[in-house]
């Protein structure tokens, strides 16, 4: 549970569970993947989704963090219906073309086989970034694409793809029960 809370709203796409590490919390702009920790941590909490084994340096945390920028950029623009900024672009579709070597062929005294390639660090964050771009093109471009929406409750940031066309806030429980209880106060105040 303490993973749920750090992280306000998994189980949106992969690109936009990303994009959803950056928060608003009473007005303040947080940065939940501010340290490889963070990053590890969230890594763990995507892990029926994302393979990653071992440490998180803070080389893997600087380029998840400037790819995390570039989708933000791409999903606004595809919120907004307007053009990204190039350099978004440009860090997606570095990230795409990359090769993964997910896996690879063996060869051993018994034949061919397929099997997984020696991982360094740098192939290892390669593949991760490349994951991630996928999903984000898979949601910029696919059926997601015009039910991307932000949370209409003002201090909130979070994003989410609203399959329920009605669906205003990233979670009932949290903004859309602030928004509520604000309102309920208004008509007191109103009221009186
Ligand atoms: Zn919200």
Redesign the pocket.
């Known amino acids: 549970m303490t993973v749920l809370f750090h992280f306000p709203l998994l189980g949106e796409p992969l690109s936009l569970d990303l994009v959803n590490t950056c928060v608003r919390r009473d007005g303040v702009d947080l940065d939940l993947l501010d340290t490889p920790q963070g990053l590890a941590t969230w890594l763990r909490a995507e892990s029926a989704r994302l393979a990653w084994s071992g440490a998180v340096s803070a080389a893997d945390l600087a380029a998840v963090r400037a790819l995390r920028a570039a989708v933000a950029a791409l999903m606004t623009a595809r919120r907004d219906g307007g053009q990204p900024p190039p350099a978004a672009l440009r860090q997606l579709n570095a990230a795409l073309s990359a090769s993964t070597a997910a896996t690879g062929l063996t060869w051993t005294a018994e034949g061919p086989q397929l099997g997984a390639p020696t991982m360094t660090a740098a192939t290892r964050r390669v593949s991760l970034l490349h994951t991630l771009a996928v999903d984000a093109v898979a949601v910029l471009t696919g059926p997601s694409g015009p039910l991307l929406r932000e949370?209409?409750?003002p201090d909130?940031v979070?994003q989410f793809i609203a399959t329920n066309p009605r669906r205003l806030?990233?979670?009932a429980a949290?903004?859309g029960n602030r928004a509520r209880v604000a309102r309920h106060y208004l008509r007191q105040r109103i009221d009186q």
């Open positions: 949370c209409a409750h909130c979070l806030w990233c979670s949290s903004c």
